[in-house]
């Protein structure tokens, strides 16, 4: 099957080969996992059942209360912001549709060469567009509370049940009636319906004839609305998204002009440059060129990279209280975004506001941020995603530095941070032989052990320190049963807890339990406690004051 998302919006007429593919189901209520802001990867179907949020549906603003129904599409960016005194109550369906390839020469090809039936990722738009009419409210209330049932109680999660009621649910979602009248409400919702369609196809071939028609309206009367709403024309807004999406680009190393031009919608270089310096200023490679001075990182590890290169961040994530690592350089950093172990949608509210008012050249953030708030970032300042998961500390190292163009210095850095380690690595042969550490966190009561990311990337990797137990590459650190510490602890704890109430309670329960007094590292006063930074911290700063913390622990020079 394959996932590649068509270019095709329906309203509806051409349905026959549509399946829907049920994805997740979720409970919404003050503790619901929606973020301040989110980039929409698949359908979904917001039912409030209660309390009030303001809910920003790509550039339309609604309030969401209880009874209200609103029907979100992939590509669609959400922003979310709870009412503490009445938080949203309700249910929150995503799914996929999938529909049927067409029989061209292509297809037919692939079909040649397999028997499974060829369907692709497709969307399929209510006559209402975002928020559905009441009249099916209490219908759908009750299929997607059997829906969430079935998925969330073990001995109700019947496959083909599934199936059935999530198609039951879209049968009421897209059978609502529609309006035929077109009155001018209904205007401003078709301008920002090829709005989003300008955002998520902007590479593709647009003109006004295609937005006119997605519209539902003549060319003529599509462009006088669509000026009247934006001030300039819808061409000039398309290439205002291209040209946005390649400054983004060339930021980027190892990105050509031809490249880029291709992938924001451009056949040819010389004409995207010229359209390029017209609408920014500058040529593309003099915008390559330039110095970024007001970098935000919107990652925590990102500002330490920055750091390890004497870069000062316009705008980073802090907490002075738990970040002390990092404070020598708190007063010079402009604009403070909040950081805290539950990043509640007020806190990720406050940073965008800040993000705002610190404007940015440049915006750094990693997959998680661009998750929930790519989109929102976008029209701030250009952003940039490098993935913290899928690289390791190293490579986002050289990766950032190329961004900024510190090459030099980053190989530099690395160069004497590997002398160091080195040196260290030596020393630690003497002082702790054949000695296992491990790295236990207690961290909102849970019980935590660390494998090769964050201090253990540089204890276990670059330090040579035998762990007491290895977990799986990749995999930054796995809950243990207290049962688990008897084995997984070795001859030597480096203890984090934190300060919270779930954690000081379990670690008082725990130091007073007979299990721990029957640990090694316990019997032999080998239990290291630590301040949770720089060990948690995942960037060349913290890395390199590890190996000094070491050191000290274990009783080496410096």
């Not at 189901?25 to 996992?33: F, L, P, R, T």
């Not at 567009?129 to 009441?134: G, H, I, N, Q, R």
């Not at 496959?159 to 059935?164: G, H, K, M």
């Not at 090459?407 to 054949?434: I, M, P, S, V």
Request: net charge neutral; hydrophobic share 40%; proline share 4%.
């Amino acid at each position: 099957m394959s996932s590649k998302v068509l270019p095709m919006i329906t309203t509806g007429d051409d349905t026959h080969d549509i399946y829907a593919r049920f994805r997740q189901s979720e409970m919404i209520d003050h503790q619901a996992s929606f973020t301040v802001s989110m980039h929409m990867e698949r359908h979904l179907l917001l039912i409030c059942t209660g309390g009030e949020a303001d809910l920003r549906i790509g550039h339309r603003q609604n309030l969401a209360t209880g009874g209200k129904m609103y029907l979100i599409l992939p590509g669609t960016s959400m922003e979310y912001k709870v009412n503490e005194s009445k938080p949203l109550q309700g249910l929150a369906i995503y799914f996929d549709l999938l529909k049927l390839l067409p029989l061209d020469n292509e297809v037919t090809t692939l079909r040649a060469t397999s028997s499974v039936e060829m369907y692709q990722r497709c969307m399929l738009r209510s006559s209402h567009m975002d928020e559905l009419p009441y009249n099916n409210f209490n219908e759908c209330v009750r299929v997607a509370s059997l829906l969430h049932e079935c998925v969330t109680v073990p001995e109700e999660n019947h496959p083909f049940r599934i199936q059935t009621l999530m198609h039951e649910l879209l049968t009421y979602v897209y059978a609502l009636p529609q309006e035929r009248k077109l009155s001018n409400p209904e205007h401003h919702s078709a301008l920002d319906q090829t709005l989003e369609i300008i955002e998520f196809r902007y590479a593709e071939h647009l003109s006004r004839e295609i937005l006119a028609k997605a519209a539902g309206l003549s060319v003529w009367h599509y462009s006088r609305v669509f000026k009247s709403q934006t001030g300039i024309s819808p061409m000039e807004y398309v290439n205002s998204i291209r040209m946005d999406r390649a400054k983004e680009m060339l930021m980027m190393p190892g990105q050509t002009i031809r490249n880029i031009a291709a992938q924001v919608g451009f056949q040819d270089e010389f004409y995207f440059s010229r359209k390029f310096k017209k609408h920014v200023g500058v040529s593309p490679t003099a915008y390559q060129r330039q110095k970024r001075s007001k970098i935000a990182a919107l990652s925590f590890g990102t500002t330490g990279h920055l750091l390890a290169l004497q870069v000062i961040p316009h705008a980073a994530l802090i907490d002075s209280r738990r970040d002390q690592h990092r404070d020598l350089f708190f007063s010079n950093i402009p604009y403070h975004l909040g950081r805290s172990k539950r990043m509640n949608p007020h806190t990720w509210q406050t940073n965008v506001e800040l993000l705002r008012q610190a404007s940015p050249d440049l915006i750094l953030c990693n997959e998680y941020e661009a998750q929930r708030l790519k989109r929102t970032l976008q029209r701030i300042a250009p952003t940039i995603v490098v993935p913290w998961r899928g690289l390791d500390w190293r490579a986002h190292f050289e990766q950032v530095a190329l961004i900024v163009g510190q090459q030099t210095q980053a190989q530099q850095w690395l160069e004497r941070y590997d002398r160091k380690a080195a040196n260290a690595r030596k020393q630690l042969r003497h002082l702790l032989g054949k000695d296992t550490v491990s790295i236990i966190h207690i961290m909102m009561g849970h019980l935590l052990i660390y494998g090769r990311r964050n201090g253990g990337a540089v204890l276990y990797n670059d330090l040579g320190v035998i762990p007491a137990c290895d977990l799986a590459p990749g995999q930054v650190y796995r809950a243990l049963d207290e049962q688990e510490l008897l084995h997984a602890t070795g001859d030597r704890i480096l203890l984090i807890v934190d300060q919270d109430q779930d954690s000081q309670q379990r670690w008082h329960s725990l130091q007073h339990s007979e299990l721990w007094h029957q640990l090694k590292s316990v019997q032999n006063e080998q239990v290291y406690p630590l301040h949770e930074m720089p060990w948690l911290d995942y960037s060349p700063y913290a890395h390199d004051q590890i190996i000094d913390e070491t050191m000290k622990l274990f009783g080496g020079p410096l």
